[in-house]
Structure formats: C-alpha cells, structure tokens
C-alpha cells in the first residue's frame, strides 16, 4: 500500500491518471497471490531413513497460556472489525437518508435534496446517480452534462463496488495505520482518472468542467461506498491536471501494457518471496533415526505419542557418513497437534534442523487431561540421526 501511495504521483505526471489509478490493483492481487501454494524446491538430495523411531514415551505436558493470548487477540481484531463495520454503515446510511426521497429524471438519474456530497454514484447493488435539488439552475447545461459523464464512467468502470472492496478491506486491516492513508490515495487516483476520462471524450470543455468542479458543492458528509467530490480530494491538483495535453491512442495503449506489466510482476515476486517448500528426492539407505520424547518440567497430566513420522535423512549428510542431533521444543495444542516447533540445540547445526522441524509439523500426541479436559502445553523432543556403519560405503567416517 505505502508503494501505490509513493508511486502514484509519479506514475500520474509520467504516464497518466488511469495508469496510477490501474497500479492499485497489485495491492488485491499481490495479497491474493500469497494465499497461493509457495514455491516447491529441491533443497538437497533426501534420503528417507528405514530405521524406525523409538521409543515412544508417555509424555507429561505443562499447561501453555500462548493459546490464551492469541485468543484475546483475535477477540480484540473481531472487535475492531465490528466496530469499524458498524461506523462506516452509520456513515452510509446517514448520507442516504439525507438524500430524501428520489425522484426519477428523464436522463437515468435521480434526483434528491440540496446535501453535501452531491452529485454523487450512491450504492452498490443498484448504484444510482443521484443529482442535487436545484441541479439544473445552478449549473449550466454543458456543465450538467459534464457530471453526469463524469459519474457515468464511475459507474461504468464499477468504481462503486471497489470501493465497498476497499471498505471491506479496511474492516479487516482497521488497525493498520497505512490503510487510512491509502484509502484517500486510492480514492484521489480514482476522481484523476475519471477527470481524464471526460476529458479523452469531451476535450474542448476543459473550462466548463473546471468550473464546475468549482461549483459543486465539497462534501462534508462521508460516503464510505459511492463516489462523490469529496472535500479530501485535491481539487487543485484535479483542475490543473485539466491543462495537460491529450493522450494519444498509442500512449494510452503502451500506459496500459506497462501497468499490467507492472501489476504481474509486483504479484509474482510477492508469490515468489514465499518460504519454498522443500521437496524431497526420495532414495532408500539404511540410516537411523531416533527420537525421544522428554518431560519438560514439572507434569500436570501425562500425554500419549499418537503419531510420530520419521525425518527425512539428508542425503548430504549420509554421503559424507555424518550423523547429528537436534533437540526440538514443542508446544502441543489442546487437539494434540504442533502449535509451535523451535530447535533449542542442534549438532551439527543447520543440518538437520529443517528435515527435522518439517517432520515434527506432522507428529501428533494425545493432549494431557486436566479436570477432565485437554490442555495445552510443551514438550520437549531429542532426535538423533545415526548411521549403519555395517552398510554403510564410508562407514570408516561413521559414528
């Protein structure tokens, strides 16, 4: 978002208003793009162990409070979200029901009382431009044509429902600073654009719509989904921006294909900063692993192995005859699954902490009962990958 904010204006003065406005749609895309399954990647060569992993013991677990903050903090975001909803629904209804009762015009639009704001492309589902009383006496009537082209592109282009999007969003985000910043940036890029629109069909009336965009009256009421001529948006900026030479069809064009360019890639590299995750090339040997599972201080209640997979051996490793240790520290949820899995020692270090850390993700356990409940809590695991110096080919350099 803060990119959009930065890159906009140069993107307005360089290119064109459309193509600042159409840079907006990487911040959706990009955050779509890392809901996509990560990058796969062949770290080393694997080899799956065949010894086995033993012995299982009943495990004692502490009762955990992590669970319990992350609780209150996703009550507090359901809170903040609720509230934010509920303003900007307050806002929205407020604004419409200042509008009074519409009256159809001749033309496809509506018309409502004097308010603030208007005229304005009001709702989403059956967005509907509506027009000030007095509509036709205080403007003239290339002025009157003019803001209705200008809201019909708006509701061309479905700016109203980007902008229930963008509601939305900030329901979601309401403790993100930035968004508040954005939004306004957004809605900024959004009247450029429509401006220059008008302006690539109506190019001799740069004069009547500047004034009368001097005319309307600057909304002191908010319309969270609509679009109007707000008071936050520049309005000096808009009329000066009426001066600049018209594009060409072959600008237009190149604008276009180079914001959709840009737009793919800002998507694929944030697809591509994901983690990788490592695929395993598979090869039978006859390494061991073993794996204990320890108390982790004093016991509430005792936890059974359910599940218990072994780690991958990394082929690296068993080529060069090297066996190790990593000792795991996992917090078990009250379901019995991994919540939390960190490598508090690992010798050799970094080699078989990842292998290690991926299998434990799969380890499942009976919770430990408390009053008749499950409880969450730590355990803590050693895992120790040792090799058949029997069979091994460079057994002389095994432990």
Same mark, same amino acid.
């Given at each position: ?15 064109? *208003? ?35 992993? $033993? #012995? ?9 409070? $992590? ?23 307050? &806002? &929205? ?38 027009? #000030? ?14 803001? !209705? ?16 999007? !963008? ?33 690539? &069909? ?31 948006? #520049? ?37 591509? *900063? ?20 320890? *108390?982790?201080?004093?016991?509430? $209640?005792?936890?059974? !192995? ?15 005859? &090297? ?14 699954? #991994? ?9 050799? *270090? ?11 993700? /799969? ?14 809590? /730590? ?21």
């Amino acid at each position: 978002m803060r990119w959009c904010c930065c890159c906009a204006p140069p993107a307005r003065r360089h290119l064109s *208003a459309g193509a600042a406005y159409g840079l907006w749609a990487m911040v959706p895309l990009a955050a779509l793009a890392v809901l996509l399954p990560s990058p796969r990647t062949v770290v080393v060569a694997e080899a799956v162990a065949s010894g086995h992993i $033993g #012995p299982l013991l009943a495990v004692p677990v502490l009762p955990f409070s $992590g669970l319990a903050r992350v609780d209150v903090l996703i009550d507090l975001w359901l809170i903040g979200a609720l509230c934010c909803a509920l303003w900007l629904c307050w &806002q &929205q209804r407020r604004f419409v029901r200042a509008l009074g009762p519409l009256r159809a015009l001749g033309n496809g639009c509506w018309q409502g009382t004097d308010v603030p704001g208007l005229p304005a492309l009001v709702g989403v589902l059956r967005p509907r431009i509506v027009l #000030p009383a007095g509509f036709h006496a205080h403007y003239s009537v290339e002025e009157q044509a003019l803001i !209705v082209l200008h809201e019909r592109i708006h509701l061309r282009r479905g700016d109203a429902w980007i902008n229930a999007a !963008v509601a939305l969003w900030r329901c979601l985000f309401w403790f993100n600073p930035l968004f508040a910043l954005a939004q306004r940036c957004l809605r900024a890029d959004q009247e450029f654009s429509c401006d220059e629109a008008v302006i690539a &069909q109506r190019g001799d009336a740069r004069r009547s719509y500047a004034s009368a965009m001097l005319k309307t009256s600057l909304a002191l009421s908010p319309l969270p989904v609509g679009c109007h001529w707000q008071d936050t948006h #520049p309005l000096k900026e808009r009329i000066v921006m009426l001066k600049r030479p018209q594009q060409t069809p072959l600008q237009r064009h190149l604008a276009g294909v180079g914001v959709t360019a840009a737009v793919l890639l800002v998507s694929t590299l944030a697809w591509a *900063a994901q983690p990788p995750q490592p695929v395993a090339a598979p090869v039978q040997n006859n390494g061991r692993i073993t794996a204990e599972v320890d *108390a982790l201080g004093t016991a509430t $209640g005792d936890v059974q !192995v359910r599940a218990m997979s072994a780690p991958v051996y990394p082929g690296e490793a068993y080529a060069r005859g &090297q066996s190790g240790k990593v000792m795991l520290e996992i917090e078990v949820g009250m379901d019995g699954k #991994p919540t939390a899995v960190k490598v508090v020692e690992s010798s050799p *270090a970094g080699v078989f902490d990842a292998n290690t850390v991926a299998a434990a993700w /799969k380890w499942q356990f009976n919770p430990a009962m408390e009053n008749g409940k499950p409880v969450a809590g /730590k355990v803590r695991v050693p895992v120790w990958f040792d090799l058949d110096d029997t069979t091994h080919p460079d057994s002389a350099g095994g432990s």
